[in-house]
Nanobody, 114 residues
């Protein structure tokens, strides 16, 4: 599975961005897809995941501000990010877990200025 992430950019604190992750094949049956992020000098961390049944899970730090969704017809997963904070600055990576194998996109940079 090839994943292409897009939608990152520079935004002021309190602003919004919508990330997209386009997959090279159908995501309908992919067990789990999600977004992770890695800030400078820090480890990669989970942001949000969505299962094939559309169950969602969020890191505590983004609950109530971020929303993960998917469009099976377009083979695309989205991450709507609202009320962005400077601490959300990171490279955001799309992930797909298919048959126990993890696939990663190239990452998209999100920078939130104070």
């Amino acid at each position: 599975v090839q994943l292409q992430a897009s939608g990152g950019g520079l935004v002021q604190a309190g602003g919004s961005l919508n990330l997209s992750c386009a997959a090279s094949r159908s995501i309908f049956s992919i067990k789990s897809m999600g977004w992770y992020r890695q800030a400078p000098g820090k480890q990669r961390e989970l942001v949000a995941t969505i299962t094939s049944a559309a169950d969602t899970n969020y890191a505590d730090s983004v609950k109530g501000r971020f929303t993960i969704s998917k469009d099976n017809a377009k083979n695309t997963v989205f991450l709507q990010m609202n009320s962005l904070k400077p601490e959300d600055t990171a490279v955001y990576y799309c992930n797909a877990n298919r048959f126990g194998v993890n696939y990663w996109g190239q990452g998209t940079l999100v920078t939130v200025s104070s």
